[in-house]
């Protein structure tokens, strides 16, 4: 399996959005996009998907952006990528199963089924707040700013 390019922004993005989480305040595309170096109107793509699968809230007006629509705990990988990627768990051309149903319901059983399973139980397990985890144990000391 490939994650897109769409796919690997929107987890970005999404994981940009959780860090502001708490704030309450919406972020612009704008901003995700100088902070991220991704092209403003990509983003606008992804953040319609991931709008469309429930995932955040847009704001209009002045003030306006978008918002996790859920606590960072209760969005997984899987909710994010599967809003994004419209070919993720899609079943192949029917071909083989018109020509040799046999073999394709024994594929589909014992290799797609589970592989689809295994990809989905995985990105399930984890959430945006284990990715904020992640990223402040990588934090280098190194990284941190001190006031004297």
Same mark, same amino acid.
């Given at each position: 399996?490939?994650?897109?390019?769409?796919?690997?922004?929107?987890?970005?993005?999404?994981?940009?959005?959780?860090?502001?989480?708490?704030?309450?305040?919406?972020?612009?595309?704008?901003?995700?996009?100088?902070?991220?170096?991704?092209?403003?109107?990509?983003?606008?793509?992804?953040?319609?998907?991931?709008?469309?699968?429930?995932?955040?809230?847009?704001?209009?007006?002045?003030?306006?952006?978008?918002?996790?629509?859920?606590?960072?705990?209760?969005?997984?990988?899987? +909710? &994010? @990528?599967?809003? #994004? /990627?419209?070919?993720?768990?899609?079943?192949?051309?029917?071909?083989?199963?018109?020509?040799?149903?046999?073999?394709?319901?024994?594929?589909?059983?014992?290799?797609?089924?589970?592989?689809?399973?295994?990809?989905?139980?995985?990105?399930?397990?984890?959430?945006?707040? +284990? &990715? @904020?985890?992640? #990223? /402040?144990?990588?934090?280098?000391?190194?990284?941190?700013?001190?006031?004297?």
């Amino acid at each position: 399996m490939r994650i897109s390019a769409k796919g690997r922004y929107g987890l970005a993005a999404m994981a940009h959005l959780a860090l502001n989480y708490s704030g309450g305040s919406p972020i612009t595309i704008i901003s995700i996009s100088e902070k991220m170096g991704i092209s403003k109107i990509y983003l606008e793509q992804v953040f319609a998907l991931l709008k469309r699968g429930g995932l955040v809230l847009s704001l209009k007006g002045s003030q306006g952006g978008y918002q996790l629509s859920r606590a960072p705990k209760d969005i997984t990988a899987y +909710d &994010i @990528l599967a809003s #994004i /990627e419209t070919s993720m768990m899609e079943p192949a051309d029917k071909t083989v199963a018109d020509t040799q149903p046999k073999l394709e319901n024994a594929l589909q059983e014992l290799v797609f089924d589970r592989l689809d399973d295994a990809i989905r139980a995985s990105l399930a397990e984890v959430n945006l707040e +284990d &990715i @904020l985890l992640e #990223i /402040e144990k990588n934090s280098s000391p190194d990284q941190l700013m001190y006031f004297i």
